[in-house]
């Protein structure tokens, strides 16, 4: 392979756009208690109150601090996306690339799991598990990545069939390397950027999952999340103050959601070498 | 080209960006889930009903007569929460709104007027036999069913029997509180004893009981499943002309013979409207009637509506699993009441649109209350001394005892904004020094671990705390709506004297003494009782109904308000 993203990434203006919003994103998150003043959870009985010095983007129906809220709420959409896409993207590489190796029945069971995987509305099911257990973060996780590898696996397969033709990966083998051996030794690390492709997308879904889960209250309520500060506005939408309730959380999700999709195009000639010759003309 | 490729993805990537942003601000239209804080104005629940029996008549019935060719004075209520199933006595969903979709079209005995005194309906006059256990009701010789045939005490003596059959899902006549018999006098009068001793019987029976038309149920067999039109033949003012289960709509038409005369408004219309949207509705006119959050009062004053506040009768409670080490001790439950600061609650989390709860449970307006008993005000000082005194010992700012640490778990959900309100405990009680582990949990689960007794804290609610009959049945009775405390002897005979209490001033002390054990004991801690609103133009002159509608229904409509209108 003789693709390289951080290369793709450099080439693109989009991409590093994306790049130094995520990065902006992560220092909200990451230095969350530095950067605000209140507790997130911290209810005052100054409700509703417009941005001021006091509090920079205004407060809620039960008087929080709306900036302290986007700032830990950051915190909840990326590790959220991050996990899921860490977990989804180890499930498609593994089923993935076993499938394409080991081949007969076993690929063809697997692949039809997936194309059941792939038919299933995710959304219908998320929304229906979540209607009755109310998950908090990790089930969250769990869910999300336990329904999302199925696209991965099916890019890894087809890549890993090509892979496996490769004069280094045939050779290994013809040496009796096992299937174990071969997929943590080759092709795992030549998977490598198109693996990194497949986890900005999972980053991607997930985020919008988790936002859309807690939109619509059927996510744990005490989680801080950017979904859930809107769906809190979306109650008051009678009254004047409800903008400053809903535009922070709603601008913050639709950036980092823009921002990783501007890192994916980015990095889409890595899924589609042709695309290179064009933009790179 | 790469420019061009650059420059179109900007530009996608910006309109994507407005469209984003502009479908969150249109969202605001749309109608949000009910869950939310605001559904509660309407969607009360009442204490006291089963589970909501959700039979589903699919029959829409249609009364024979047409409609009058001129423009009838017509009226239109919005309610947020749209079907409570078709409105025959045994086929609407078995809790309040469905109730009073029902009471259009049927009556009961005696009913309340805006005072909340008991007024004549059906009866006429009434006579309490002492010696007897027994009411003797004298009917209304004017009165016709629907269809033409006439009301008698036939009729009356029919309808307990047929009800001690099939028990009516909103009204209880099983039991203690039930009808021994009933003896037909003449035509018009009926005597009905009593099997036990029962102070609510005009409230909770009288009342709330709805007659029913021998000459056509006595054929019904299966009275859940009886959805034809002559299921809503009644004595009521309002006939059902019809009923949309998909559109949660109703459409009633004047009674022309109804024996206080034919109602002023001829049209009666229930359509669904989303809580949010309808300030907006009224404003324009679309509707004369619909329950506002507190939050839009002010404005909607302003805007020249006429808001009535519904008498506080619904509480919001922390239930206590009193079976459970430490929660079990009465000094440790009165350390909670002590740290919980209720009148911030309000402030905070109703933004002051309620009252804050009484130890004793019944609110501060009802003319039950007892305003001399132990009300625990904030008191974070005390709370600690009394768990100091119960041997936990703060370390690092947390409890500790024997080397445990004094950790609960609080249930909340999603529903009646209990979220932040558990938030609110939570940091309450963090603040004391007990850790709080806050769980948020689907409706239906958390009903099922109170049930349980899987729980140790839980933001509860319920409703009926207008007749004291209620104390009964969320302080010891069965259910995950009450506390089911029965170790205290003094409390559990209390209880059972005001129930057979005839004298209103003697159950009225008795009530006050059993608040002021209650206070002492907390089997539950009532939190707050939130406000409840509705706005109308002053077209009809809407009243809540103290004390409530039937049996103590928190909903403003009241059958008696639309016999006059300023139209006419």
């Known amino acids: ?35 605000v003043r209140y507790e997130p959870s911290g209810q005052t009985a100054s409700a509703f109150e417009s941005p001021s010095l006091e509090h920079w983007l205004g407060t809620n129906h039960v008087g929080q601090d709306i900036w302290s809220q986007l700032a830990y709420g950051a915190r909840t959409s ?41 038919v299933i509305p995710v959304v219908i099911v998320l929304v229906l598990l979540a209607a009755y257990i109310k998950p908090g973060i990790g089930y969250i996780i769990v869910i999300l990545s336990l329904l999302g590898w199925q696209f991965g696996a099916r890019v890894v397969r087809a890549q890993t069939l090509v892979l496996k033709e490769e004069m280094h990966v045939a050779a290994a083998k013809s040496f009796g390397a096992s299937n174990f051996y071969l997929i943590f030794r080759h092709i795992i690390p030549d998977l490598g950027p198109i693996l990194l492709v ?26 801080i999340s950017w979904g859930m500060m809107m769906h809190d506005a979306l109650g008051f939408c009678y009254l004047d103050v409800w903008r400053w309730c809903l535009i922070p959380p709603g601008v913050a999700l639709s950036l980092t959601v823009l921002s990783i999709t501007f890192i994916g195009h980015a990095f889409e000639p890595v899924l589609d070498p042709r695309l290179r010759g064009e933009a790179g003309a | 080209m790469l420019k061009g490729i650059l420059k179109r993805t900007v530009v996608i990537g910006l309109v994507l960006f407005l469209v984003l942003g502009g479908v969150l601000i249109a969202g605001c239209t749309d109608e949000v889930d009910e869950d939310t804080p605001q559904g509660q104005a309407t969607s009360s629940p009442v204490l006291g009903d089963s589970e909501e029996a959700r039979s589903t008549p699919t029959a829409v019935a249609t009364v024979d007569e047409k409609p009058a060719p001129s423009q009838p004075v017509s009226y239109t209520i919005a309610d947020s929460t749209g079907d409570w199933g078709y409105p025959s006595p045994y086929t609407h969903y078995s809790r309040g709104p469905g109730y009073i979709r029902m009471s259009f079209v049927f009556d009961t005995l005696v009913w309340k007027d805006e005072m909340g005194k008991f007024v004549p309906a059906l009866a006429e006059e009434w006579q309490y036999l002492e010696d007897e256990n027994a009411y003797v009701f004298k009917l209304r010789d004017n009165v016709t069913w629907h269809d033409g045939e006439k009301f008698t005490a036939e009729d009356v003596a029919f309808t307990v029997e047929y009800v001690k059959e099939h028990p009516m899902p909103f009204t209880t006549l099983i039991g203690p509180s039930g009808i021994r018999e009933t003896e037909i006098i003449d035509d018009y009068t009926i005597k009905i004893s009593l099997e036990q001793l029962y102070a609510p019987f005009l409230n909770d029976i ?33 006939m059902l002309v019809d009923y949309s289960k998909e559109h949660g709509t109703y459409l009633y038409k004047a009674f022309p013979d ?19 949207m309808i300030p907006a509705a009224l404003k324009e006119g679309s509707v004369d009637y619909g329950g506002v959050s507190p939050d839009i009062v002010g404005e909607m004053e302003k805007e020249g509506f006429a808001v009535v506040m519904a008498p506080r009768g619904w509480n919001a409670k922390l239930t206590i699993n009193h079976n459970k080490e430490p929660l079990s001790t009465r000094e440790f439950r009165q350390a909670l009441a002590y740290a919980i600061d209720r009148d911030g609650l309000v402030e905070i989390t109703q933004r002051g649109h309620g009252a804050a709860g009484s130890a004793g449970m019944i609110p501060p307006d009802s003319e039950w ?60 009680l963090e603040s004391i020094g007990i850790k709080i582990e806050l769980r948020c949990l689907e409706g239906k689960s ?61 159950r009225k002390e008795l009530v006050q003494q059993i608040q002021a054990v209650y206070a002492d004991v907390l089997p539950a801690l009532t ?36 016999m006059q209108c300023e139209d006419k």
């Open chain 1, 1 to 35: 392979m003789h693709i390289s993203p951080k290369r793709e990434l450099k080439r693109s203006s989009l991409g590093r756009v994306g790049i130094v919003l995520i990065v902006l994103v992560l220092i909200l998150a990451i230095f969350a208690p530095l950067l």
């Open chain 1, 78 to 118: 990326l590790l959220v996306g991050f996990s899921v896409a860490v977990f989804s993207v180890l499930l498609s590489a593994l089923i993935g690339a076993s499938a394409a190796l080991v081949g007969d029945r076993y690929d063809r069971i697997v692949m039809r799991i997936v194309d059941a995987l792939i």
């Open chain 1, 198 to 223: 497949q986890f900005v997308y999972a980053a991607r879904r997930a985020i919008f999952m988790e936002a859309g889960l807690a939109f619509l209250g059927i996510a744990d309520p005490s989680i």
């Open chain 2, 206 to 238: 009288a009342g709330t009981l709805v007659m029913l038309p021998q000459h056509i149920w006595e054929e019904v067999v299966v009275p859940e499943e009886f959805t034809d039109a002559k299921a809503v033949v009644g004595t009521g003012p309002y």
């Open chain 2, 258 to 276: 109804y024996y206080l005369g034919k109602p002023a408004v001829e049209e009666l219309k229930l359509v669904k409207i989303g809580e949010q």
């Open chain 2, 369 to 428: 209350y007892n305003p001399n008993i132990e009300q625990y005000a904030y008191n974070p000082e005390k709370a600690r001394e009394l768990l100091e005194g119960m041997g936990y010992q703060l370390e690092d700012g947390w409890f500790v005892k024997d080397g445990e640490p004094l950790e609960l778990e609080l249930l909340t959900q999603s529903r009646y904004g209990f979220v932040e309100v558990g938030e609110f405990i939570q940091q309450q």
């Open chain 2, 446 to 506: 958390l009903d099922s671990r109170v049930d349980a007794w899987d729980f140790d804290l839980s933001v509860y609610g319920h409703g009926g705390l207008y007749e004291p009959s209620i104390l009964n049945k969320v302080i010891t009775g069965s259910g995950f709506n009450s506390a089911r405390y029965e170790k205290n002897e003094i409390l559990n005979q209390l209880l059972e004297e005001q129930r057979q209490e005839m004298n209103p001033v003697k």
């Open chain 2, 527 to 562: 939190l707050y009782y939130p406000n409840w609103y509705s706005a109308h133009n002053s077209r009809v002159a809407i009243f809540y109904t103290p004390g409530g509608v039937a049996s103590g229904i928190p909903i403003a409509l009241n059958k008696l308000a639309f």
